[in-house]
């Protein structure tokens, strides 16, 4: 595989100029057909927290942008991946990522035990929904899952009137748009990878070779193009890794679903099932962002990622190349506008007693 982003080490001290510099040299760039420049120069100095020298110094060098001189606009992704790598340690997207990681501090254990969450999403019409007739709308959000890892449903509720709660998604129609909300329990259990060459496999992808960055799903999706560059975001290597797994032998499938507490984020990770038949979840995401934007991370914390099934996450039925909600509109698909809001409840689930979290049925 041809990688051209250098591996990245996290600097001791914050870097200056060469740092930016180095970051865009090694960028990936967000390609024409999914770029969206719509960021302006005043918000893109707000962002990147480096000064307009270096921002001149950035579009000197090629940092991509439309616009005109002195009212440059710019794709948000781009400008995120610039400072996530550019060592400056002052920019927004380094501090928000510190800020979202400190989870990853904590002793594993904190993983695996039962958590109560107040989960509430909201899907409205996409920016670009335009005006005229009424046409048909369908909405589907992907059915959250918690039991999937050991976890359970308190209550949901779902809406507008008429909205359907399936196995895989929850749908309606009309021009409402689609809210689901309740109290989910997720869970999690310490497992490890027990077969070595599954060990091999799975941690091919780690924090020495890639990098994590934010993009778009749909290139995303394009997992060769995506890995070639030297970046690993969670889908691209997922849906590598189960590819690799089944060529192996290992039964294996990605999975989609949200991070919880954290920015509430859209995951995927890997299902795979090991030698003993258990699945193990694999996460070379989150490996890779604690080495690399957490601060202080558990020593403990990437073995956790290797195998286990962590509370952290809720799990649906949705692979890792399927958006976990969606718009159509005259059949067309888009991706609505969404507000997902899932946040640590202050009581504590009450002892209960489980199935168990899955055992291989997952996959």
């Known amino acids: 595989m041809n990688i051209e982003a250098k591996p990245w080490t996290r600097p001791a001290a914050p870097r200056g100029p060469e740092g930016w510099l180095d970051s865009l040299r090694d960028l990936l760039v967000i390609p024409p057909e999914l770029r969206d420049e719509w960021v302006e120069r005043e918000a893109a100095l707000e962002l990147l927290q480096c000064g307009p020298e270096i921002l001149d110094e950035l579009l000197r060098a090629g940092l991509p942008h439309g616009g005109t001189p002195g009212a440059e606009r710019f794709d948000r992704f781009d400008l995120v991946n610039l400072a996530l790598y550019s060592g400056s340690g002052t920019s927004v997207p380094e501090k928000t990522m510190r ?10 254990e904190a993983l695996f035990r039962p958590q109560r969450w107040n989960y509430s ?3 409205t019409p996409p920016a670009a929904h335009g005006e005229g007739e009424p046409e048909r709308t369908d909405w589907n959000l992907a059915t ?16 507008p009137e008429g909205a359907s709660l399936g196995e895989k998604d929850i749908t309606a129609s009309g021009t409402s748009g689609l809210t689901a909300s309740g109290v989910l329990v997720t869970s999690g259990e310490r497992r490890e990878i027990v077969s070595e060459r599954l060990r091999e496999i799975v941690t091919s992808y780690g924090p020495d ?37 089944r060529e192996a032998g290992f039964e294996a499938r990605t999975r989609r679903g949200w991070i919880m507490g954290m920015l509430d984020l859209a995951h995927s990770w890997l299902e795979v099932v090991d030698e003993d038949g ?18 202080a991370p558990h020593p403990d914390i990437a073995q956790a990622f290797t195998g286990s099934l962590l509370n952290r996450l809720l799990p649906t039925e949705h692979h890792a190349d399927e958006p976990v909600n969606g718009y159509r509109r005259g059949g067309l698909f888009a991706h609505p506008r969404h507000q997902t809001d899932i946040q640590l409840s202050a009581e504590q689930p009450a002892p209960r007693e489980t199935a168990g979290a899955g055992n291989g049925s997952g996959t």
């Open 99 to 108: 800020y979202a990681l400190r989870w990853m501090h904590a002793d594993p």
């Open 121 to 123: 999403v909201a899907l």
């Open 144 to 159: 959250p899952h918690p039991e999937l890892s050991g976890g359970w449903t308190e209550s949901l509720s779902i809406g």
């Open 209 to 245: 070779r890639f990098r994590w960055g934010r993009m778009p799903e749909e290139l995303q999706w394009r997992k060769d193009e995506v890995l070639a560059q030297g970046y690993a975001p969670c889908i691209s290597v997922c849906l590598e890794l189960a590819e690799r797994c």
């Open 278 to 295: 258990l699945v193990k979840n694999v996460d070379p995401a989150f490996v890779i962002l604690a080495d690399h934007h957490a601060e």
